[in-house]
């Protein structure tokens, strides 16, 4: 028994209007939570910093990749709104108003390609921040006790990988809505 992937026609209009409409907010209110708390996280560890000590210069770095990537993730708030308002005008009575299924379908592939290159930049925030992370708990010798805060791994640090996953789960969520959509419009 084989389950075909794709269905045999596109949808119509107000089938996908409202499935276009309820993915967009779910999206907007996804970006902006996990969007929100990985930014306040990211807030948090910039405050908390000491960014003198030369000993951060990767952790720092990791932290600009992350700030860009909650750009992206910004980007995708503002996009997934833009989802909802092309849905309303999919639904409306008023034919002239709709947009042609090009537009639609180059909405979603921006969406996509942002959601895709916020994804990368996490990635290798995360993969920078963890590597920083690892080289602190490795310079450590076994054994000896810490008197200075700079050389053990701080929970800070651990808070700022937490942020970039938070991070990868919004634009992964952002990917798989567009991509979704895109597929099923392409039917």
Known sequence: MSIPLKSASPPSKQKFAGVFRMLGRI????HI????????????????RNFSNANNSYIGFGIFLAICSIL???FRIYWAYRYTRLA????????????????VIEVLRIGLYVSLAGLFIAFLA???????????????PEGVTIYEARIGVR??????ILANVNIMGAHFLGSVNSLGLLDWLDS
């Open 33 to 48: 939570l996990l969007g929100g708390a990985a930014g306040i996280i990211i807030l948090l560890v910039m405050l908390s």
């Open 72 to 74: 992206a993730v910004g």
């Open 155 to 160: 929970p800070i640090d651990l808070f700022l």
């Open 126 to 140: 995360t993969e920078q921040t963890v590597i920083a992370v690892l080289a602190k708990s490795l310079a450590r």
């Open 88 to 103: 309303r005008l999919l639904e409306s009575s008023d034919r002239s108003v709709h947009p042609q299924k090009a537009e």
């Open 27 to 30: 999206s907007f209110w996804a």
